[in-house]
């Protein structure tokens, strides 16, 4: 069974960092693309960050330069590392496994196992 | 504001059927690019629902079908239960904005 475990979630004030952390098992870590996304208070679904099996790197442009998503294959665990954090990054951050072949801009790629998400809570 | 425009919410009674449109534009749905529709219980994470426009993942009930047609795609629920009650989303990648993305979601109710 496929299972995906975040941590590191909490408040932090506003221009502060958080490292979340996503422990993986039930599946050959290594062999598969991993993403965050996070949903705000109330809100809808927003893709965040992707790492690919190779290393490839995407980020939204709503968090590029403020956001580092990487991962360590040989602990099955990918992490989001959260600098200048904004009162509008108040959210849950799910990790999510991501399925699809061809690479990012084939556009055949979706989440096909959740977290349970983190809250990150920033205060202004 | 998502490219990708659902109704905000649909209801139905038990045993009903109710669907749930997703529509975009020539450069995510109808380019045609994949979509897919995630399940989210109030409370919960979300869940994969349908993959590839109409592919079930194992374990979710023939209950819940997908399709589409053009720049737009559909989420039946046919005999609708109580534990449908959530929000769901269907989620596709835009080639103007070089993005994956979601649409904004709609909550169904069981009456």
């Known amino acids: 069974e496929v299972r995906l475990v975040e941590s590191g979630g909490g408040l932090v004030q506003s221009g502060g960092s958080l490292r979340l952390s996503c422990a993986a098992s039930g599946f050959t870590f290594s062999s598969f693309a991993l993403t965050w996304v996070r949903q705000a208070p109330g809100m809808g679904l927003e893709w965040v960050a992707i790492?690919?099996?190779?290393?490839?790197?995407y980020y939204a442009e709503s968090v590029k330069g403020r956001f580092t998503i990487s991962r360590d294959n040989s602990k099955n665990t990918v992490f989001l590392q959260l600098d200048s954090l904004r009162a509008e990054d108040t959210a849950v951050f799910y990790c999510?496994?991501?399925?699809?072949?061809?690479?990012?801009?084939?556009?055949?790629?979706?989440?096909?196992?959740w977290g349970q998400g983190t809250l990150v809570t920033v205060s202004s | 504001q998502s490219v990708l425009t659902q109704p905000p919410s649909v209801s139905g009674a038990p045993g009903q059927t109710v669907t749930i449109s997703c529509t975009g534009s020539?450069?995510?749905?109808?380019?045609?690019?994949?979509v897919h529709w995630y399940q989210q219980v109030p409370g919960t994470a979300p869940k994969l629902l349908i993959s590839?426009?109409?592919n079930r993942p194992s374990g979710v009930p023939d209950r819940f079908s997908g399709s589409k047609s053009g720049t737009s795609a559909s989420l039946a629920i046919t005999g609708l239960r109580a534990e449908d009650e959530a929000d769901y989303y269907c989620?596709?990648?835009?080639?103007?904005?070089?993005?994956?993305?979601f649409g904004p979601g709609t909550r169904v109710t069981v009456l």
């Open positions: 020539s450069s995510n749905v109808g380019a045609p690019y994949d």
């Open positions: 590839r426009d109409s």
């Open positions: 790492i690919g099996t190779g290393g490839g790197i």
């Open positions: 989620q596709s990648y835009d080639s103007s904005l070089t993005t994956y993305v």
């Open positions: 999510a496994r991501w399925l699809g072949s061809g690479g990012y801009y084939a556009g055949t790629y979706y989440f096909d196992s």
